[in-house]
């Protein structure tokens, strides 16, 4: 299976921060890297899907870049509804997530 | 608007079994493959299981080869788990979700679980 890991594990950040979350798969995805955004109690919620194109409905403050190993999710100007854990997740062959990155404040 | 609502869920014995439903509406379900992703207590998200859309194609994750099935009704729209030989380190919260694409897993929308207590 191919493995993906997420740096940093958790950071605290403030409402206006420019924020920065990385994933590193296992061996190459090309670009089926896909990131989700997970409150306590609620649904996952798709935010990017192939590594860079934005689902349907997520604000643009949200950008996601990167290929092949190395991926990230930026977030652009936090807002209070954006404290929440954020998982990668590969595409490319049988499904795995990353570990998550929870972001609070 | 694409809705999937999970049932099934609640407080079993190890070994035991439970099935879970998912009912989803808003598309056409045959369509597309669906899926199981997982969150145990403290833990974050594990893909289980993902079934075709005609049902004739499954994958499982190694932690519930065996043990789960996962199947589909589509003159219904509802998704299934069947869950045996259930042991503690499956209580987790479990999701039903679709491809968002024909192709590649990616997962969109989700349900919002159900909640499997395995504890004696």
């Known amino acids: 299976d191919i493995q993906l890991t997420q740096s940093p594990s958790s950071l605290s950040a403030s409402v206006g921060d420019r924020v920065t979350i990385t994933c590193r798969a296992s061996q190459s995805i090309n670009i089926y890297l896909n990131w989700y955004q997970h409150k306590v109690g609620k649904a996952p919620k798709l935010l990017i899907y192939a590594a860079s194109t934005l689902q349907s409905g997520v604000p643009s403050r949200f950008s996601g870049g990167g290929s092949v190993t190395d991926f990230t999710l930026t977030i652009s100007g936090l807002q209070p509804e954006d404290f929440a854990t954020y998982y990668c997740q590969q595409s490319y062959s049988t499904p795995t997530f990353g570990p998550g990155t929870k972001v609070d404040v | 608007e694409v809705q999937l609502l999970e049932s099934g869920g609640g407080l079993v014995q190890p070994g035991g079994s439970l099935r879970l439903s998912c009912a989803a509406s808003g598309f056409s379900f045959s369509n597309y493959a669906m899926a199981w992703v997982r969150q145990a207590p403290g833990k974050g998200l594990e893909w289980l299981s993902h079934?075709?859309?005609?049902?004739?194609?499954?994958e499982y994750t190694d932690s519930v080869k065996g043990r789960f099935t996962i199947s589909r009704d589509n003159s219904r729209n509802v998704l299934y788990l069947q869950m045996n030989s259930l042991r503690a380190e499956d209580t987790a919260f479990y999701y039903c979700?679709?491809?968002?694409?024909?192709?590649?897993?990616?997962?969109?929308?989700w349900g919002q679980g159900t909640l499997v207590t395995v504890s004696s």
């Open positions: 979700t679709k491809w968002h694409t024909p192709l590649r897993s990616e997962f969109d929308p």
């Open positions: 079934l075709s859309g005609s049902g004739d194609a499954a």
